[in-house]
């Protein structure tokens, strides 16, 4: 079982370069987010979406873009990558609200990407 | 507006001995509840969940929390502490109809030998 997949692992990139971070689940979820980890602050949601064909801002947008492709794919794009962009990025699924309100939904996380800016 | 609040932001014990993690949300609506631990270089993953069905949630590896309305508090417990344990925790809140996670600041708990 995959569950939730991202690529890569692990990116330096220079100041002004673009990127995109890959994520896929094969567990069928409407939902899916980004979000980054720096130290001290928890996980901050960077974008997510409800379902396929939406996509919505969370708590730290700027900076970044996302592309729901498919069900299954959830992109996140970096198009003019900052210093203040160094962290660790997890991708997550749930199967989301839509599936008729159903409390208790846990999400599902990759094992992260380690990015860093120089 | 929900958030979630955990108490310490690092917690030391010795193998062995009771872990207490703390966790206090706001929220203006009945929330769903979660503990989730991040290992080293590791993802997340879920501990536990609180879904308004029983107030004692039991959670894997002896993990339990005890969800008290009253106190708006939702703290991880365990009787006795494994040097596995030590680890990242995480206090998560979500509405159900939002579909969002809200992550606490994390906890880090450290377990001497």
């Known amino acids: 079982n995959a569950g939730v997949t991202q690529t890569p692992k692990f990116q330096v990139l220079k100041t002004g370069q673009s990127m995109t971070l890959q994520c896929a689940q094969d567990m069928n979820h409407n939902s899916m987010y980004w979000y980054r980890q720096d130290p001290g602050m928890g996980l901050r949601l960077i974008y997510y979406s409800a379902s396929e064909g939406t996509t919505d801002k969370g708590e730290v947008p700027n900076g970044y873009n996302v592309s729901r492709l498919n069900k299954r794919e959830f992109s996140l794009r970096l198009e003019s990558a900052a210093p203040s962009q160094t962290s660790v990025y997890f991708c997550?699924?749930?199967?989301?609200?839509?599936?008729?309100?159903?409390?208790?939904?846990?999400?599902?996380f990759g094992q992260g990407t380690r990015l860093t800016v120089v | 507006a929900q958030s979630v609040t955990q108490l310490d932001s690092h917690v030391s014990v010795s193998e062995g001995t009771p872990v207490l993690l703390r966790c206090n949300y706001s929220?203006?609506?009945?929330?769903?509840l979660f503990w989730y631990v991040q290992h080293p270089n590791k993802g997340l993953q879920l501990l536990l969940k609180y879904t308004s069905a029983a107030t004692l949630v039991k959670g894997i590896n002896g993990f339990e929390a005890e969800f008290k309305k009253s106190e708006t508090s939702f703290h991880l417990t365990k009787p006795s502490a494994h040097m596995s344990d030590a680890a990242e925790y995480f206090c998560v809140v979500t509405l159900p109809w939002r579909g969002k996670l809200i992550f606490g600041q994390g906890t880090t708990l450290q377990v001497k030998p």
């Open positions: 997550a699924s749930s199967e989301g609200p839509l599936q008729g309100a159903r409390i208790g939904t846990e999400a599902f």
């Open positions: 929220s203006s609506y009945s929330p769903s």
